[in-house]
């Protein structure tokens, strides 16, 4: 297929009007070929052009696609682990249907190791409490805690009491969160009133999108 | 025939992790969406930030889009919502006019802001597209042009086009196109070192 033919096909494709096998390759090229990206994005400027829509940009020239390509640079694509998973499956240890054991192996070996881990460092009667009918995973909940800690649950008078709120007073983290064919703008009498506002939108790391600033 | 296949298919392309496929989207849906905020926000400069925000809601959305509507109809509803928290975020915090510009402490860009409202430059630079876009237009053969005007102004279909000016859908395919390219052409002459010239070069 030839230049004129491919975008002879994009024009189409523009328009929605392309068979739908032929969209798909297209589709497939248009998302990676940044000339044809230019291409198509021209195309939406002449005709926001035509419809006398304000504000036309072109690719490139700080236009809305520009921002939201920038603030979307750090965001991962979208099925990517998947995609990467099913692309690497050389590099697998294990088959998919192995990996629950794997887990359950592991919460296992961790289990064991702190029940030997509190027989040698604390208390006889902790190690009994500790040892009591809780299942494994409460197990390595309960004994993951520093020496301190699991003195508190044991019983005995002589343990010292230990503040666990460690931390909680301390400052949480913010959470997250036709004499023209060019229509003139319905905004062409009225001053425009473009305010530089998108500079504020980066604040600090020019990939976090903080949303409009009001 | 004014199917959908174009933006399933970039659609399904951004849900297997293809991000470029939603720049493409982005670049044919943004003056739309910012003409459709507009009618909430009557701002320029706040559309374009109420766009970009709804474009980016959108992409995050994404996976969950099952195509159960055309994804335009699907990107309407997320931008009105948008522009609508807008308005409500707006009225909860107004804009402080009691500031003094004259006071040193007052932030700089603020002050800019202020002063300066618009952007010569913006505006400019939209004239200029749009009279090298008319100038091209005067241009074009009666054929292309008229095919044109009534896909873009009209929005009628290749078919309807086709009955319209009494020749086959592929005759207005190819009119369209070459009345596109010539356009085009004279875009990338007046602007020729930005409009993406670069990336066409890389």
Same mark, same amino acid.
């Given at each position: 297929m030839n230049n004129e033919e491919r975008d002879s096909q994009l024009s189409a494709m523009f328009d929605d009007e392309l068979p739908a096998g032929e969209c798909e390759l297209l589709a497939r090229r248009l998302a990676r070929d940044p000339a044809l990206q230019a291409r198509w994005g021209r195309y939406a400027a002449i005709g926001a052009c035509l419809k006398g829509q304000a504000g036309v940009r072109l690719p490139g020239h700080d236009s809305v696609a520009d921002h939201v390509r920038i603030a979307l640079g750090g965001e991962p694509a979208h099925g990517a682990s998947a995609l990467e998973q099913s692309q690497s499956g050389a590099g697998r240890l294990m088959p998919r249907w192995l990996m629950p054991l794997g887990m359950v192996g592991s919460a296992a070996a961790v289990a064991a190791f702190a029940i030997v881990w509190m027989r040698t460092q604390a208390p006889a009667g902790v190690v009994a409490q500790a040892q009591a009918p809780a299942a494994p995973s409460a197990q390595v909940s309960q004994a993951a805690p520093p020496p301190a800690l699991v003195a508190q649950t044991a019983?005995?008078?002589?343990a010292t009491p230990v503040?666990?709120?460690?931390?909680?007073?301390a400052p949480l983290a913010r959470s997250r969160e036709r004499d023209s064919y060019v229509l003139p703008p319905p905004s062409l009498n009225a001053p425009m009133v473009l305010l530089p506002?998108?500079?504020?939108?980066?604040?600090?790391?020019?990939?976090q999108y903080l949303g409009p600033v009001h | 025939m004014t199917t959908d296949a174009s933006d399933t298919s970039l659609v399904q392309r951004v849900q297997r992790g293809d991000r470029g496929a939603f720049d493409a989207l982005v670049l044919k849906y943004q003056h739309k969406v910012v003409k459709l905020v507009m009618r909430y926000v009557r701002n320029p400069a706040e559309a374009e930030d109420v766009a970009q925000e709804a474009f980016i809601k959108a992409y995050r959305a994404l996976p969950n889009f099952?195509?159960?509507?055309a994804f335009y109809t699907w990107l309407y509803r997320i931008a009105i919502n948008t522009a609508k928290n807008a308005i409500v975020a707006r009225d909860r915090n107004?804009?402080?006019?009691?500031?003094? $510009?004259?006071?040193?402490?007052?932030?700089y860009d603020m002050q800019n802001r202020l002063k300066d409202p618009d952007t010569p430059e913006g505006l400019v630079l939209t004239d200029e597209i749009r009279s090298t876009v008319n100038a091209a237009m005067e241009a074009l053969p009666e054929d292309l042009r008229t095919a044109i005007v009534l896909r %873009? $102004? %009209?929005?009628?279909s290749y078919e309807d086009i086709a009955a319209r000016m009494g020749c086959p859908v592929g005759t207005v395919r190819s009119r369209i196109f070459r009345a596109r390219e010539a356009i085009d052409s004279r875009l990338r002459e007046v602007f020729e070192g930005g409009l993406g010239r670069a990336e066409e070069l890389g």
């Open positions: 019983p005995a008078p002589q503040d666990v709120t460690l931390g909680s007073s506002t998108r500079d504020a939108n980066y604040q600090g790391n020019p990939v | 099952r195509g159960d509507s107004p804009v402080d006019f009691d500031l003094d $510009l004259t006071d040193p402490d007052e932030p %873009e $102004l %009209e929005g009628l």
